[in-house]
């Protein structure tokens, strides 16, 4: 039982360039999420997805887009990265009504 | 808006020592919880507190809640050097999609 898998682990973009960022999760929760962590900051939700077909902003949605593609799979992508969006990145799954998450193991994004 | 505010943002202690790190947020939330994230790692859920009043005990660690004061603590017992990490509350985000909203984190290093 693999929890929350997230791909690719880091990362190395240059400025403009975009990507996605994969997320799956085996545990067949309805609500899936995409947080950044930033060092002092904490974690900030950027994108969640409370079931299939749904998406709404979180708190730093601003250079993002996702796709909620079926109930597994939830990715996010940069259309154009910015250096401010050097962060580790962060996938996590939730039961429909139970917000106790589970976290994927992170992706490091570093854009120079 | 939910805000949440932990503190300290850094704990330095010596081993056998207590201390009690503090979680408060802006808006009522009855759901309350804590995650442990030891560096380069993803973050694994401590603690699940889902009423005022409610406590939970681990090992060297206990957490309560009071909803009331819109406070979680996060009491440490003895502390051992296996429990230097950092620490997030999040809380519950209630509407009509739950999410959950993290504190800033408390790195705890725990010296010999």
């Known amino acids: 039982n693999a929890g929350v898998t997230q791909t690719p682990k880091f990362q190395v973009l240059k400025t403009g360039q975009s990507m996605t960022l994969q997320c799956a999760q085996d545990?067949?929760?309805?609500?899936m999420y995409w947080y950044r962590q930033d060092p002092g900051m904490g974690l900030r939700l950027i994108y969640y997805?409370?079931?299939?077909?749904?998406?709404d902003k979180g708190e730093v949605p601003n250079g993002y887009n996702v796709s909620r593609l079926n109930k597994r799979e939830f990715s996010l992508r940069l259309e154009s990265a910015a250096p401010s969006q050097t962060s580790v990145y962060f996938c996590?799954?939730?039961?429909?009504?139970?917000?106790?998450?589970?976290f994927g193991q992170g992706t490091r994004l570093t854009v120079v | 808006e939910l805000k949440v505010e932990q503190n300290p943002l850094f704990l330095s202690m010596q081993e056998g020592k207590n201390y009690t790190i503090y979680c408060n947020y802006s808006?009522?939330?009855?759901?309350l919880y804590w995650y442990r994230q030891d560096p380069g790692k993803s973050l694994e859920s401590l603690f699940v507190?889902?009423?005022?009043?409610a406590v939970k005990q681990e090992g060297r660690l206990m957490a309560s809640l009071d909803t009331k004061a819109r406070l979680s603590t996060l009491h440490i017992t003895a502390a051992v050097h296996d429990l230097s990490a950092t620490y997030f509350c999040?809380?519950?985000?209630?509407?009509?999609?739950?999410?959950?909203?993290f504190g800033t984190g408390t790195l705890l290093a725990v010296q010999p």
């Open positions: 996590a799954s939730s039961e429909q009504g139970w917000t106790e998450a589970f």
């Open positions: 808006t009522t939330s009855d759901r």
């Open positions: 507190l889902l009423s005022n009043g």
């Open positions: 997805s409370a079931s299939e077909g749904t998406t």
């Open positions: 999040a809380v519950e985000d209630g509407g009509a999609t739950n999410k959950l909203i």
């Open positions: 545990m067949n929760h309805n609500s």
